[in-house]
């Protein structure tokens, strides 16, 4: 009986594993794939990145509810193209039957369906979801097996490790039991994010890869090929993940860095087949364009850009670019440096990683009284607030708009405390507008109200008809 018994449990084993290597081989076997990142990782920048390297792209990370109820939001979410895959689709959100919903109407445009348990930031504390998540197994155990018995392909989960490490396996195994098929491991803490961001714990990564029967990708201190294969080698895992070395180089896993402004070019012609919201595309030039606009030189361009938001001027912006460094980079002008030692630094036209500073060089510099907030000014100098400093930001990109829109009154309503409809003739609100255009017999174009012409088209109406019937 227990040979009978061992046998069938090593039957399970080998079919489970069976079916986990057919997902990561449903997927392409993927070795370089680009994060899921708010506001960047959209349809044209995945685009990008799959012409230079990328073997798997994740869509941002998408609300599940909002895509639930919004046609819009899905239809700027997911647009069908051949070209865009293999792809997984990530939600966020708290509740199995919302998550189930929106990865049904996903479904068809990707191979995957992934479940954001990783993201530390302030929003998903208060929505609880993301990393947040990590402190209710049960919520997760529900979340998971709902979604792997109610689709088609498979579930994912990307998620961040625990201080320890036990802890950590143990969270994994949970996902693993769940139904997660591919599980995406970001060596840090919820806690390590913004200045205190540090490195990424590939001894985490390789513990979870070690532990379960699911393939693993690895997220965390990717900045080049160099640690891709590094990471591989250390950590066994199936693929890796790269986020910021992605964006401040999209060539990444072809192991160059190019000029800024060949991405550049190439990311905008791709937006004008598939359009971005002009935030996205101007995150992605200042990003490429980091490292040169360090130099004074460049204050116009940088200015320009966060200033302008037509294609037609991020393309001059980075034709000037090109325009002033083009010959240092062919080599017909000689490019100075004040650096005297022999390590190899690349010039700053080149796209190449971003090194955050380290926490305790950040933390050391609040010991020694170093600002802790940035300050703002508006054009004469006076010092403002940071909301009031973006509001002027907008105000200068579209000085037209914002002429043209008058300030709404700050008037209250005549008959209640609530504020009075901007175009009102009887300055009162929408409801109180309603209620004496109702009891007075009265029209109000302002509110759109039309009670006195509706009743009147009524009453000719009813005339008409008697005088039919009579007839």
């Not at 630094?345 to 955050?356: D, F, N």
Request: glycine letters at 4%; charged letters at 25%.
């Amino acid at each position: 009986m227990s040979t009978s018994t061992n046998t069938s449990e090593s039957f399970d084993k080998r079919t489970t594993v069976s079916k986990t290597m057919n997902v990561w081989e449903d997927l392409g076997s993927p070795r370089c794939v680009v994060a899921p990142m708010v506001d960047a990782s959209e349809l044209a920048w995945r685009l990008l990145s799959r012409r230079h390297g990328a073997q798997l792209c994740y869509t941002p990370m998408l609300h599940s509810s909002v895509f639930c109820r919004d046609p819009k939001y899905r239809r700027e979410a997911l647009v069908n193209t051949s070209e865009d895959r293999p792809l997984i689709v990530q939600f966020c959100g708290n509740d199995p039957d919302i998550l189930l919903e929106a990865a049904r109407l996903a479904e068809p445009y990707c191979d995957a369906i992934d479940i954001n348990i990783g993201c530390p930031q302030a929003i998903a504390k208060r929505g609880h979801y993301g990393a947040f998540l990590q402190d209710d197994w049960d919520l997760l155990r529900r979340i998971v097996s709902t979604l792997k018995n109610g689709l088609q392909v498979p579930v994912t989960c990307k998620l961040r490790v625990f201080p320890e490490i036990n802890r950590t396996v143990e969270y994994a195994r949970m996902l693993e039991d769940a139904g997660a098929s591919l599980l995406t491991v970001h060596g840090r803490t919820r806690e390590q994010k913004g200045p205190f961001t540090g490195l990424a714990s590939w001894k985490h990564i390789k513990a979870v890869r070690d532990a379960v029967k699911i393939p693993v990708i690895a997220n965390g201190n990717v900045q080049c090929m160099q640690d891709l294969h590094r990471c591989i080698e250390e950590t066994q895992v199936q693929g890796v993940m790269s986020a910021e070395g992605n964006l401040y180089n999209p060539y990444i896993f072809e192991s160059c860095y190019p000029a800024c402004w060949e991405p550049a070019l190439e990311y905008l012609e791709l937006v004008k087949q598939y359009s971005a919201p002009t935030s996205y595309i101007r995150g992605h030039l200042f990003k490429l364009f980091h490292h040169v606009f360090s130099l004074a030189e460049n204050r116009e361009e940088r200015e320009n850009l966060a200033t302008n938001s037509t294609l037609e001027a991020f393309q001059n912006i980075t034709h000037a670019l090109r325009d002033r460094y083009l010959p240092y980079h062919e080599g017909r002008m000689v490019w100075h440096t004040e650096k005297t030692d022999y390590n190899l630094e690349l010039p700053p036209w080149l796209c190449q990683p971003y090194v955050r500073e380290l926490p305790q060089e950040h933390a050391q510099k609040l010991q020694e009284g170093t600002p802790q907030k940035r300050e703002y000014r508006d054009e004469d100098g006076n010092e403002i607030s940071r909301k009031r400093s973006k509001k002027l930001k907008r105000i200068a990109r579209r000085p037209n708009r914002a002429t043209a829109v008058p300030k709404r009154s700050s008037d209250r309503c005549h008959d209640c405390p609530n504020p009075l409809g901007f175009k009102c003739e009887y300055k009162l609100c929408r409801q109180c507008c309603r209620n004496k255009c109702y009891i007075e017999n009265l029209d109000c174009p302002g509110h759109r109200n039309l009670t006195k012409t509706r009743r009147q088209m009524a009453k000719e109406f009813e005339a008409k008809r008697k005088s039919e019937n009579v007839i």
